[in-house]
């Protein structure tokens, strides 16, 4: 992360996800409004959460779990 923080903050997390994968990224955040967009074309979802994070690790944390998720990438 290339900027610096005064934690805790709210930091925005964005994933673009193929069709029938967005639900695996919203539960990554149970307890936070998550709003989901689907592509032109249909065969991809945006899911975006804005969620008070604590620290750099916790931020980190979520990017690591979202990278098991397949086809997903972050933004």
Not at 14 to 37: C, D, H, M, W, Y
Not at 52 to 64: F, P
């Amino acid at each position: 992360m290339d900027q610096e923080h005064d934690w805790p903050t709210w930091y925005l997390f964005k994933f673009i996800v193929p069709r029938g994968k967005e639900g695996q990224v919203i539960a990554l955040f149970p307890e936070n409004k998550t709003s989901v967009k689907t592509s032109s074309k249909g065969n991809y979802r945006s899911v975006t959460s804005k969620v008070m994070m604590s620290s750099a690790h916790e931020v980190l944390e979520i990017y690591e779990k979202a990278g098991h998720i397949e086809g997903v990438l972050a933004l």
